[in-house]
């Protein structure tokens, strides 16, 4: 029979302990809002005892949100219990989660308590959370690091005590899979209380070696039912282990877990960007699962594969996670194939000549650009494929201008195969380049419109030029568009004369 994870989230107190990520309780009530709707089977809302806003907070989650338990984090204090429960009392799933620190550098250094001591306070402390609460979980703190006999003894009487759930925590990402996993063994065998009473084995694991989602599925697999974690991976130090990461990798490969969670998973992205937007904490592009990156494909051989099936290159698709498509990125490693996919898409169908066109010339914006866009695409087909022939075409612009220097320009236009040259000043390097080219094509019309505009986002962004020449009564449009705007202006500027001149010859 398939297993059930649990799916723990510490997103509201682990996570919020990531520096910079604090959090109001009217925030907090947001995320929590999310979580219940992501389906999480538990929402550690805070740490009660910590300051009276977390109070707050955890007792307004408990009063409002349904569904989840509502737990609170508190010390293995009589005053941290209490606190602890005043606030989950209002939820119809109140939980306490209580903790203490077992391996031997954290009793010696920290708690400067023996290892007796800290067996007798994990076990009263338990019982008295146990007394006022129906779901208690405990934490040996630093587990990974602490003494397994030690580890046995201390879950064997917190269980004795009445916790329904024992976390095993790596505290400080210390272990690795094998490790954990072992460890995870080790505990279930050596407590029979776990399957006499059907405890829940929880792990808890850190990101300080990168190995936080690798520990807490090795864990799964080793017999562990519950597994804490954070949105986007975020907490103390390097972080939690990812809820998305997790939840993904036990979904994508239910065959290999034989498990499966709770989550609604078509909630993730949309709570990784709510989470994101609210602590300030930015999700890295080629962050597994919700990253900008995690479902875009650039390489051409990628594309083809992924335009032919998309499995041939991903393993879930972007719907599961609540994202509406993959995104084929256009960029200098596309081939002719995704181009051509994504122009038909846009309403062009191009014959083979036109096609070449079109790639040679976004092969160019693409050595200039990131990202080529829709609009870099119009100006490409614009301007390589609907075309008129060209008298004229561009060879080179070069422009001397500054706040002392008369503007100059030195335009090279080829005409029937050779090259002529002009030198002009004008007003500015634009109006420089336009009587460069007036003096070279001998056209003189009136210029009645000049525009200019950004086609996309950034300082690598294309400059598009749209300009209006008139001859008698007849208005002739030019379309220009390139990195540098001088050039796209020069190349506006002639592509409405090329119009002019085709059209009086066809005349």
Known sequence: ??????????????????????????????????????????????????????????????????????????????????????????????????????????????????????????????????????????????????????????????????????????????????????????????????????????????????LAVANSLAAVKAGANQVECTINGIGERAGNASLEEVVMGINTRKSFFDCKTNIKTKEIYKTSRLVSNLTGMMVQPNKA????????????????????????????????????????????????????????????????????????????????????SERDLEIIVAEEVYVVPEDYTIESIEINSGTKTIPEATVTLLYQGKAIKKVANGAGPVDAVYKAIEQLTKVKAALVDYSIQAITGGTDALGEVIVRIKDKDKIYVGHGADTDVIVASGKAYLAAINRLLYATTQR
């Open 1 to 210: 029979m398939t297993r059930t994870i649990k799916i723990f989230d510490t997103t509201l107190r682990d996570g919020e302990q990531c520096p910079g990520a604090s959090l109001n309780p009217e925030e907090k009530l947001e995320i929590a809002r999310q979580l219940a709707k992501l389906n999480v089977d538990v929402i550690e809302a805070g740490f009660a005892i910590a300051s009276q806003g977390d109070f707050e907070a955890i007792k307004t989650i408990a009063q409002q949100i349904k569904g989840p338990a509502i737990c609170s984090l508190a010390r293995c204090k009589k005053e941290d219990i209490m606190r602890a429960w005043d606030a989950v009392s209002y939820s119809d799933k109140p939980m306490i989660h209580a903790f203490l620190a077992t391996s031997p550098v954290h009793m010696a250094k920290k708690l400067k308590m023996t290892p007796a001591q800290v067996l007798k306070a994990a076990q009263e402390m338990v019982a008295l959370a146990a007394s006022l609460c129906p779901f208690v979980e405990f934490s040996p703190e630093d587990a990974g690091r602490s003494e397994h006999k030690f580890l046995y003894k201390v879950v064997a009487a917190v269980i004795e005590a009445g916790a329904k759930t024992v976390n095993i925590p790596d505290t400080v990402g210390y272990t690795t899979p094998w490790e954990f996993a072992q460890l995870i063994e080790n505990v279930i065998q050596n407590v029979p209380a776990i399957k006499k009473k059907n405890i829940i084995i929880s792990v808890h694991v850190h990101n300080d070696l990168g």
């Open 289 to 372: 699962i919700v990253g900008a990156n995690a479902f875009a494909h650039e390489a051409g051989i990628h594309q083809h594969g992924m335009l032919q099936d998309r499995t041939t290159y991903e393993i879930m698709k972007p719907e599961d996670i609540g994202l509406t498509e993959s995104k084929i990125v256009l960029g200098k490693h596309s081939g002719r194939f995704a181009l051509q996919k994504k122009l038909k898409e846009m309403g062009y169908a191009l014959d083979k000549e036109g096609l070449e066109k079109a790639y040679q010339r976004f092969l160019t914006i693409a050595d200039k650009k990131k990202d080529v």
